[in-house]
């Protein structure tokens, strides 16, 4: 059932155009990294002639074809796919020719086992052999019989194959896949393998093409990403990379995830804070305050490193916003160990966190560790680390009341209500920002998150100057907080406002207008973004 393939497939069997206008949606389930090579599944689908299904399609299962890129770090990562496999099954059932396939980590991890478990899938692939997936699904068409091919290394890098960008403002630019740590909780390196880097020119030419195509902010994915230049022999290729980036005229935003303390270096600090387009921002996984449990972890750092970084970042970006990635209750955790985190986590000041409780991976050192906690214990402590951290995002985030900020308006609902329509969007340092619209802007209520028509008003040729378009950025005054979010109602009292328009706000209204059928988008997206919010950068505080 597995098969590592001598060739890009894609080279060995070129895809056809299915007969007929097929429909697609790719579902993705995980992390940043399997956001954008959903990008890739669906880009390949969009050149093999597929078409993407529309939000009220995917909502109805209606599509013709659906791909479930998977996770596999958290335990629960199995049930979610067989949950959403198990409701698709009596809808493939009904709708004859329907195809689903399965991508992603677990594919990679579970193999055959998907169809013997969902027999009604029809495509299994892994993470090393994404182009694969078009022609799989034409071979599960033309032999009526399930396909499942996982590759044992990677096939071909995944940024040269084509890709379906979810925004025309911002994007992801993966610059290297895989990893070399050997931490004891993580499956990723066993899935994903060592770690792979892309030249620099090639890194920066993607990222001059997506300004190019209006994009103002882009985010630098890896594994491990400032261990980058580790396969070509230089250590400080991260930190030129930032550099380098600084100099892309058009490009204002840069943000990097995820770093590894161990490898985060005084030079990659220096390029932050003198390359003026690198965020105030840093994503800066802990995962535990303990040295004892950091070494059982073999992460190769302890906490007073991880605190001195933290310092060395805000002596030279003070406003710098950091989050962090924590896991409560490692086997042989005890209530010291505990108390060490809540200590450190009291320290780092965290913007925001991504809080785990400990789930055994099969295949990774430490599911057959001693002294696995009970459920009891761990979820006592994850919910007291839980109440310190809101705690503290509360505090950081009153901070931020009375400070002007630049925010980037995104695609997707804000924070409405009937008085004030507010749109959302981040600020420089990430943190997330409802803002209000000035009086009389929207005298016929809130906007719709996509336009229905071309009457919609960020779409008028000359439209008003107030209302800012997805890609805009408006500056605006915070006036209320929570802990996860910023008010900024300023321009309800005709306070600070104001709206600068950019080449991404133009893309948006391009790409708009061409789905509506009102001009051409020559913006190089293909179809439209699927609707709903776009999640600019790092995320705020899982439960």
Request: negative net charge; charged residues 25%.
């Amino acid at each position: 059932m597995s098969t590592t393939l001598p060739t890009p497939v894609s080279d060995a069997m070129p895809v056809e155009t299915p007969t007929g206008e097929r429909t697609y949606v790719v579902r993705t389930l995980g992390c940043q990294m399997n956001v954008h090579d959903s990008e890739h599944m669906a880009g390949m689908l969009e050149q093999a002639g597929y078409r993407r299904a529309s939000a009220t399609q995917d909502a109805a299962d209606e599509a013709d074809v659906v791909v479930i890129n998977t996770c596999a770090v958290r335990e629960n990562a199995a049930t979610r796919l067989y949950g959403n496999l198990g409701q698709l099954a009596s809808v493939k059932a009904g709708r004859p020719g329907m195809q689903i396939a399965v991508g992603g980590c677990l594919a990679q991890k579970d193999r055959g086992e998907i169809v013997t478990k969902a027999p009604w899938v029809d495509v299994v692939f892994g993470t090393h052999n994404l182009d694969a997936l078009p022609v799989l699904l034409e071979r599960a068409r033309h032999n009526e019989a399930a396909q499942v091919e996982i590759a044992e290394s990677l096939q071909v890098f995944p940024s040269t194959l084509p890709t379906r960008r979810e925004s025309v403002y911002a994007g992801w630019v993966s610059i290297s896949v895989g990893c070399n740590n050997t931490c004891t909780f993580c499956i990723v390196p066993h899935l994903r393998g060592k770690e792979r880097d892309r030249r620099p020119g090639e890194i920066l030419a993607e990222v001059r093409a997506l300004v190019d195509a209006g994009a103002v902010e882009v985010t630098l994915l890896g594994q491990n990403v400032n261990s980058y230049g580790v396969e070509f022999g230089d250590r400080g290729a991260f930190a030129k990379l930032l550099r380098a980036c600084g100099e892309i005229e058009g490009l204002e935003r840069v943000r990097f995830t995820s770093p590894h303390p161990a490898a985060f270096t005084d030079d990659v600090i220096e390029a932050m804070a003198a390359t003026g387009n690198v965020m105030p921002q840093l994503h800066m996984p802990l995962q535990s305050g303990s040295d004892r449990v950091l070494r059982a972890m073999r992460r190769s750092y302890r906490s007073a490193k991880f605190l001195g970084i933290l310092d060395r970042v805000r002596s030279v970006m003070p406003d710098a916003a950091i989050t962090t990635d924590i896991i409560v209750g490692f086997p042989g955790e005890t209530e010291e160990d505990f108390a060490e985190t809540l200590r450190v986590v009291e320290a780092s000041r965290f913007s925001s966190a991504f809080m785990f409780q400990y789930s055994p991976r099969p295949g990774t050192p430490a599911a057959t560790m001693d002294g696995h906690l009970p459920k009891e214990v761990v979820q006592e402590r994850f919910e007291r680390l839980l109440a310190l951290q809101e705690r503290i995002s509360g505090e950081e985030s009153a901070a931020q009341v009375g400070r002007t900020v630049e925010v980037l308006v995104a695609e997707g609902s804000g924070k409405k209500d009937g008085a004030t329509h507010r749109l959302s969007g981040r600020a420089r340092d990430n943190r997330l920002v409802h803002l209000a619209l000035p009086a009389g802007v929207l005298p016929d209520g809130p906007l719709a998150d996509r336009p229905a028509d071309l009457a919609d008003p960020r779409l008028a040729d000359v439209p008003d100057p107030r209302l800012p378009r997805p890609g805009d950025m408006v500056t605006v005054e915070v006036t209320r907080s929570a802990p996860h979010h910023l008010i900024a109602d300023s321009a309800v009292a005709g306070g600070t406002y104001a709206v600068r328009r950019t080449r991404s706000g133009d893309a948006w209204v391009a790409r708009e207008k061409a789905r509506l059928g009102g001009a051409d988008d020559d913006h190089g997206h293909g179809a439209p973004a699927p609707a709903g919010p776009l999640v600019l950068g790092m995320p705020t505080l899982r439960r």
